[in-house]
């Protein structure tokens, strides 16, 4: 790369960044310090900026940079990743979105705690929402270092490593002075942008091969290496039975991970009704519809144009192609043309990383202070005393969370970043969403049967996940030169999901203890009409 184009690029990211701040510190001074304020943002967003930060939050490193890349490898396959994040929020829209708005207050954990005994349900689903949210942070920073190792022309561990810290210094920046409103508007932005970007990159494409989408597949599969086998499954899932089986397993927690995200339903709790929050969900399936449609085309165009070899070359897991892919639209490697575009979409692209960390690092830190360190503490002091000391440890929790996400980043440098992402799917499907079901219908519902779902599906997708090939065994595995790969399959959500249903529905029939009818009749009717909620 010329250093024109990495003066650019970086110019641009640091009018983004410069233009963030300013968000930071103008909502950081006319904050109130309550924890309504820090959490979800007073409630005052109207659907449509909710839906557009909900597309923001959710069009992540991971559906920019990762989804493209697997459909540049792997074709056919690679549009799995497309399909399952969109039609997962049919399951958001239908059954999560408007009662978890109606039953919670801040996180999670309100409303499964609802008709529990709080302290046991708070501590488990606490962590396994800050589990969760480190696993999908790490996905940002591993695609925040490919983009600077593009920058630097494959060379320079040491400035890949700094990037990784510089992005998690500037997330809990955002998250420690700015809370929920300056998370909301930094993620609004960034979905303007990401759309816009998505959009000018799509009509290249199709330009390029004058609109004839037939021409693009047919070109992409000449240019793969594979031939016809990349427009048809099995290239990545079909070798045999057990890449068979990892296909099923990623497509069920992809579909059912959206719902059990912390993030995401964090955000419905910042819109002041329940119907506000629906149409929020329909604004973002509207905006997230569009992002996956545009994805597609550009995974097929940067293996049309770029081949999967040198997509490859770039960056083994593919996480390199859409910027790899913008720099010859523009006009190829030195073209002034090749030199704007690379860079604004490196510029989107960082962006894109910033916004995701910030939201995800302010829904781990939430359930940090109002989950676990309320639950664990003595509330002597006043009420409106113990919710500035909440959200004061919630501010430090910011930081821990991202040494921790930055530490783990360093470790997975070199896994496609989509795939990290379906990993916090299959966890967030697994522990969260169980649970979370069962509180808002299953009238049995017991304390033991929520605190085995969230466990029932936590410990065991966790514990298959290092003992899969993910871990070890292979070459591309995050120790290769160690081999306890026991589990054969990639993603654990085919074995860990039904078992966080099982356990839970185990637990309950097993429980000492009834159900609370009463609590469950009041829950129910503050989540069918919003009575009483917050």
Request: proline share 3%.
């Amino acid at each position: 790369m010329t250093i024109d184009q990495r003066t650019l690029a970086l110019v641009l990211f640091s009018a983004f960044v410069a233009v963030t701040l300013a968000i930071t510190t103008w909502v950081s001074r006319r904050r109130r310090g309550s924890a309504e304020e820090f959490y979800v943002g007073g409630r005052l967003f109207s659907p449509l900026e909710n839906g557009f930060a909900i597309a923001g939050d959710y069009m992540s490193a991971a559906s920019f940079l990762g989804i493209s890349g697997l459909i540049a490898l792997f074709g056919y396959d690679g549009l799995l990743y497309s399909v399952g994040f969109l039609v997962a929020w049919l399951v958001v829209l239908f059954l999560v979105a408007e009662l978890v708005r109606n039953c919670g207050r801040f996180t999670l954990a309100d409303v499964v705690a609802a008709r529990m005994r709080q302290r046991r349900v708070r501590i488990a689903t606490g962590a396994a929402s800050v589990t969760v949210s480190l696993l999908y942070l790490v996905a940002q920073m591993v695609g925040a270092g490919s983009l600077v190792a593009l920058f630097l022309g494959g060379a320079g561990t040491q400035a890949r490593t700094w990037m990784v810290v510089g992005v998690g210094a500037l997330m809990v920046v955002y998250v420690a002075f700015g809370g929920m409103r300056a998370t909301t508007w930094i993620q609004i932005v960034k979905a303007v942008l990401l759309m816009g970007g998505a959009i000018v990159l799509t009509v290249l494409v199709l330009a390029r091969f004058h609109g004839d989408i037939n021409t693009l597949l047919n070109t992409a599969a000449e240019h793969s290496g594979h031939g016809r086998d990349f427009l048809a499954p099995g290239l990545k899932y079909g070798d045999d039975w057990t890449s068979r089986l990892d296909f099923i397993s990623l497509g069920i927690a992809l579909v059912l991970g959206t719902a059990g995200l912390p993030h995401i339903l964090s955000r419905f709790y910042t819109v002041p009704t329940a119907r506000a929050a629906r149409r929020s969900v329909v604004w973002a399936i509207g905006l997230i519809g569009g992002f996956y449609l545009m994805t597609i085309v550009l995974g097929f165009g940067a293996a049309a144009v770029l081949g999967t070899d040198a997509v490859r070359a770039s960056n083994a897991a593919g996480n390199t192609a859409v910027p790899l892919l913008a720099r010859d639209l523009g006009g190829g490697a030195g073209s002034t043309g090749g030199t704007v575009l690379f860079a604004v979409v490196a510029a989107v692209a960082f962006a894109t990383i910033l916004a995701v960390v910030a939201g995800i690092t302010l829904a781990s830190s939430a359930s940090v202070a109002h989950d676990l360190y309320a639950s664990m503490r003595r509330p002597r002091a006043t009420a409106k005393d113990r919710q500035r000391t909440e959200v004061t440890v919630a501010r430090i929790a910011a930081v821990g969370v991202g040494a921790v996400a930055i530490g783990l980043a360093l470790l997975a440098q070199d896994l496609n970043v989509a795939f990290l992402v379906g990993l916090a799917f299959a966890v967030a499907a697994s522990a969260n969403l169980p649970v979370l079901l069962y509180a808002l219908f299953w009238r049995r519902f017991t304390t033991r049967g929520a605190l085995w779902s969230v466990y029932g599906g936590l410990i065991p997708a966790i514990v298959l996940v290092a003992l899969s090939p993910v871990v070890s065994g292979s070459p591309e595995s995050l120790l290769p030169g160690l081999d306890f790969a026991f589990f054969p399959l990639e993603n654990p959500g085919g074995v860990s999901i039904p078992l966080g249903f099982l356990m839970g529905w185990l637990g309950t029939v097993l429980s000492p203890e009834a159900a609370d009818e009463a609590r469950h009749a009041e829950t129910e009717v503050r989540a069918l009409t919003g009575a009483g909620a917050a």
